[in-house]
Structures are given as C-alpha cells and as structure tokens.
C-alpha cells in the first residue's frame, strides 16, 4: 500500500505557473505507475496526465499538452506535475494516484489504486 500527499495548489492568474507534488509514502515508488487527474465543480473527474514507473513513457490529456509536464524523482518517491500557461479552465481539484500498472501508461480512474486527498488550483481571469 502507498499514502500520497499533493501540495503545491494555490490561486494563480491566466497565464501564469504552479507546480504540483505528490509525496508517496509506504510501499516501493518504482511499484507504481503514477497520474494526475483533476475534477472541476460540477464536473466529474477527468485524466490529466500519467508516467511510468522508469519516466519512460507519458500521456496527456489533449487540453494540457504543451503546457503541463509530469515528471518523477524516484530517489524522493515524489511525482511532479509543472503546469504553465494556466487558464481560468483549469482551475480544479488536482489529485495524483497511484496505480500497479507499471509499464503500462493508465487513464482511466478506475484503473489506479490509491489516492491523495487532493489540492485546490484556482485560475483567475
């Protein structure tokens, strides 16, 4: 079993940058697959973006590409998520999740196994 930990949310204006972590705790790191996914109000909650065990592969959501990177520092057990260029649209609650599925990039929610509490990112206009 693995406990995460999100921080790194916060009130930013249009156009500007947050970095988001996810400290992991508990079993190996490199056992998982790790994502981000983000659920707005109103909304349900949808895949962000998601990286192997080794950083070997990554996937985003069409929306975020180009301007959020996920990465991972196995030596800390942290998954990272940089977002740039941010927009009123993605202001959400951001959660990072862990699945089994190693090798193999997951975007589905019921397809990861553990899950933080969430962090709050707000975009203003």
């Known amino acids: 079993q693995v406990q995460l930990v999100e921080s790194g949310g916060g009130l930013v204006q249009a156009g500007g940058s947050l970095r988001l972590s996810c400290a992991a705790s508990?079993?190996?790191?490199?056992?998982?697959?790790m994502g981000w996914f983000r659920q707005a109000p109103g909304k349900e909650r949808e895949f962000v973006a998601a990286?192997?065990?080794?950083?070997?592969?990554?996937r985003y959501t069409d929306s975020v590409k180009g301007r959020f990177t996920i990465s991972r520092d196995n030596s800390q057990n942290t998954v990272y998520l940089q977002m740039s260029s941010l927009k009123p649209e993605d202001t959400a609650v951001y959660y990072c999740?862990?699945?089994?599925?190693?090798?193999?990039?997951?975007?589905?929610?019921?397809?990861?196994?553990?899950w933080g509490q969430g962090t709050q990112v707000t975009v203003s206009s």
């Open positions: 990286i192997t065990w080794n950083s070997g592969y990554t």
């Open positions: 508990g079993r190996t790191f490199t056992s998982y697959g």
């Open positions: 999740a862990a699945s089994h599925s190693r090798v193999i990039i997951r975007v589905v929610e019921d397809e990861y196994d553990y």
